[in-house]
């Protein structure tokens, strides 16, 4: 009978129009592979696989899948076969080995990270370390033109003067890269704004298909992410994301192009997190691995949940300040010359992002405990 049928969750005419914009803004933008990729990414957050609780999260507020590292998989095959398709563009790994090495840890990366989000605790945390150690160990013994000689600090350099002792320092840097990139991601856009903005950057300094193509599959990811809050990375697109930034890191820093502190000042926030959170659970006496809400993301959004009516935007405004006020001010001093990519001044602009992590922290701390109060009285 009628009334034995249960209602209908329709959206509401708001969110129908906010999807609408994002559609137009995914075309204008991307093309009509962006407008596919917003489809393809509808579709993988609708299926039973990959699913997640919001109970899981410190921040978000509704039940989304963890299948975001697929969908820019996909969104990147499009991009690239696309390409191909519509112009003389030859492969990178058909014209350099590096470039297959490259895709290669990258690719075992995301499926690694791939099993936990379809199946979590699949894998035990010890399996997928040392996964990630070898993959590591084997590009890197591979190409070893991409491990650097020195980084401009003396006992450092003298570890990296001796290549066996260079090999292990940049394969642990490597995969403790990866563990702060999953662990900073906390909020809608935080680390997809972190990744595009970092490769976009990238894009801009060689100008080849491959990292336009890469370029265009994390934005389009972002408008999603930030709009919906139905489709984060999981750990196929940290991993993912976590190893391709790394790589080419160490790539473009061993080339001379970027220096030690531009580099350091482009993936502040998720290396700073990651230090400062290992350190705050080990003063407590807590294993520094174990996870909690009480990153400065989770702080910044507790803050401002309470000031806006939307969930979703409170979590996607706290990933965009974040992403926007590190890495995104990076490409605007890029883009505007501020210092060149090669110099060591962006220290200074390193400095400033560990201050204000440590300032904002304080700050939100207080609001936290002023709140919680006031709650209780």
């Not at 840890?105 to 945390?125: Q, T």
């Not at 336009?212 to 930030?226: E, I, P, Q, R």
């Not at 300040?321 to 090669?342: C, D, F, K, M, R």
Request: a positive charge; one cysteine or more; proline letters at 3%.
């Amino acid at each position: 009978t009628a009334s034995d049928q249960k209602p209908v969750n329709r959206p509401s005419s708001n969110t129908v129009k906010k999807y609408v914009l994002m559609a137009l803004l995914a075309l204008l933008t991307f093309g009509l592979t962006g407008l596919g990729a917003i489809v393809v990414m509808f579709a993988l957050s609708t299926l039973r696989a990959g699913r997640d609780s919001a109970a899981s999260h410190g921040i978000s507020t509704i039940n989304s899948s963890r299948l975001g590292g697929v969908a820019i998989v996909i969104t990147f095959s499009l991009f690239v076969v696309g390409m191909v398709m519509l112009s003389h563009y030859t492969p990178g790994v058909v014209r350099d080995v590096t470039f297959l090495h490259l895709w290669s840890a990258v690719f075992v990366c995301a499926m690694l990270g791939g099993v936990e989000d379809i199946k979590a605790d699949l894998l035990s945390p010890y399996l997928r370390l040392i996964v990630k150690l070898l993959t590591f160990g084997f590009f890197l013994w591979t190409t070893p033109n991409v491990i650097p000689s020195s980084i401009g600090i003396p006992g450092i350099d003298y570890l990296l003067s001796h290549a066996w002792i260079a090999w292990g320092l940049c394969t642990l840097f490597c995969v403790g890269f990866i563990n702060a990139f999953n662990m900073a991601d906390g909020a809608n856009g935080l680390i997809p704004g972190i990744a595009f903005f970092s490769i976009l950057l990238f894009s801009l300094q060689t100008g080849r298909v491959v990292e336009d193509s890469f370029m265009a599959a994390c934005g389009v990811f972002l408008l999603f992410n930030v709009v919906t809050g139905r489709l984060f990375l999981g750990d196929a697109g940290t991993y993912g994301l976590g190893a391709a930034l790394a790589i080419y890191g160490l790539v473009f820093f061993n080339a001379g192009i970027f220096s030690l502190g531009f580099l350091a000042a482009l993936f502040a926030y998720p290396c700073v997190d990651f230090l400062v959170s290992i350190l705050r659970r080990m003063m407590v006496g807590r294993s520094p691995f174990s996870p909690d809400n009480d990153h400065l993301h989770n702080r910044i959004h507790f803050f401002l949940r309470s000031r806006l009516r939307s969930q979703v935007a409170s979590n996607s405004l706290t990933g965009l300040l974040i992403s926007g006020a590190t890495s995104g001010l990076v490409l605007v001093g890029y883009v505007n010359e501020w210092w060149p990519a090669s110099s060591n001044e962006w220290g200074y602009f390193f400095a400033f992002e560990c201050f204000m992590y440590g300032f904002v922290f304080y700050l939100t701390g207080l609001a936290r405990r002023s709140i919680q109060h006031s709650a209780a009285i």
